[in-house]
C-alpha cells in the first residue's frame, strides 16, 4: 500500500512569492495535518483537516491556508513568503481520533 | 513555552545495549503519547504509542513507559542496533483546540548513535 505521498520534494522560492504543496494521505485516512520542521527542532503544527473540515489550527499567521479536498488529498498554501518560512513541510495522515499519524517524506521549501 | 521536552540532545551507546530515551511533559491535558525515528531526508516514521489510561506497552524490541504523575515517559530499546541510529521525537496528543483537533506536540528529539 502506499504511503503518505507529498509534492514536490524540494522547492526554492524568492521572498514575497506564494506556494502551493500538495499532499495525498493514506487510502482510508480521512483526516491530514501539517507540520513545519525548521533544523533543530520537533515538527511543529500547522493545520488539521478531517472530513474536508478544519479542526485545528497552530500558531501560525494568515499567510498560511490550508484546504482539503473530497478524496483527502490536501494543501497548504503560503502566501509573501518570509526568509523564515524555509523549512522542512511535513504532512500527516490518519484515521482522526486518537490514533497514530504517518508522514510523508516532506517538502523541503528554501526562500531566497 | 515547551509542552514537550526533550533534554538530551544526542546519545551513544553500543551494540547489544539498552538504549534509554527520555520526555518530560507539562500539560496534564496530554492523553496520547507517541515516539517517532526520523532519518535524514525522510519524514518522521511512527514507532510505538500509548495511552494514558496505560503505564507500559510493548512492542518487539521497543518498550514505552508512562509515569503520569511525573509527568515523564520513556522508551527503551533492547537491544540496541546500528541500524537504530537516528533522531527519536517525542509527542503528545490530547484534546487542546476547540473542535477536537489531534494536534501532536512535539519535542526537540534526541539524536541516538548505537556504535557497533
Redesign the interface.
Known sequence: DAGVTQSPTHLIKTRGQHVTLRCSPISGHKSVSWYQQVLGQGPQFIFQYYEKEERGRGNFPDRFSARQFPNYSSELNVNALLLGDSALYLCASSTGGPSEQFFGPGTRLTVL | DQQ?KQNSPSLSVQEGRISILNCDYTNSMF??F?W?KKYP??????LI?I?SIKDKNEDGRFTVFLNKSAKHLSLHIVPSQPGDSAVY?C?A?GL??Q???????????TKLTVNP
Not at chain 2, 41 to 46: D, H, I, L, R, Y
Open positions: 514537550v492523553d496520547y507517541l517517532y531526508a525522510e519524514g518522521p516514521t511512527f504509542s495511552s521525537f509527542a496528543s487542546l483546540t473542535g477536537g483537533s489531534e494536534k501532536l506536540v512535539f519535542g526537540k528529539g
